[in-house]
């Protein structure tokens, strides 16, 4: 409990700093340029098809989580000996793990949702260009994604396929999780 509490809240920090803000519009700002703006691949003209706009939102937005990640870690770490709570915060009864784990599960959590915002950006650029037909499996081909589904949910039959097709691994309970996310 007072694990995911201390993670929401140093999300909960992050996420409301002014910095991160601009740092996401800007990043957001050239990924939506260098998109909007694509209008041919090789010379021929293409629709804004899912296997086009990868590569833009790969190659315009791959720097702005490197920033917040560098960045973040550092402020997270020296933020409580800048205000110079560091050695209460040391006597307190939590153990030193907890408070580390948390810090860096925040900001791995930062990291998924700058990747669910520049998706959904992508998403959201093909619908204004009047494409729709999203392929999410292309998203999750960067061998990072482990897909998890229930044994009893009424539409699994639709993940496996779409699992199969894409060569994603596929987990019904938290065990199931540990192999994958180990090798």
């Known amino acids: 409990v007072q694990f995911w509490a201390r993670t929401r809240f140093e999300m909960a920090l992050v996420f409301r700093s002014p910095a991160f803000v601009v740092l996401m519009a800007l990043?957001?700002?050239n990924a939506i340029g260098s998109i909007w703006f694509t209008g041919d691949l090789f010379g021929t003209p293409v629709y804004p098809a899912t296997f086009a706009i990868i590569p833009d939102l790969a190659g315009s937005f791959v720097i702005v989580p490197m920033i917040i990640a560098i960045y973040y870690a550092g402020e997270l770490v020296w933020r409580d000996r800048d205000a110079k709570l560091?050695?209460?915060h040391d006597a307190l009864p939590a153990p030193?793990?907890?408070?580390?784990?948390s810090k860096w599960l925040a900001l791995v959590g930062v990291q998924v949702v700058l990747l669910?915002?520049?998706?959904?950006?992508g998403i959201l650029l093909q619908t204004l260009q009047g494409y729709h037909r999203y392929e999410l499996g292309l998203y999750?081909?960067?061998?990072k994604?482990?897909?998890?589904?229930?044994?009893?949910?009424?539409?699994k039959g639709n993940i496996e396929v779409v699992c199969a097709r894409f060569g994603l691994?596929?987990?019904a309970t938290g065990d199931d999780f540990v192999g994958p996310v180990e090798a």
Do not use: H
């Not at 669910?116 to 950006?121: E, P, Q």
């Not at 999750?140 to 061998?143: C, E, H, L, T």
């Open 145 to 155: 994604l482990v897909v998890g589904c229930p044994d009893g949910f009424w539409r």
């Open 140 to 143: 999750a081909r960067s061998g």
């Open 116 to 121: 669910a915002v520049v998706m959904l950006a």
């Open 27 to 29: 990043g957001l700002f």
């Open 86 to 88: 560091d050695e209460i």
């Open 96 to 101: 030193s793990w907890l408070v580390f784990a």
């Open 169 to 171: 691994p596929l987990a």
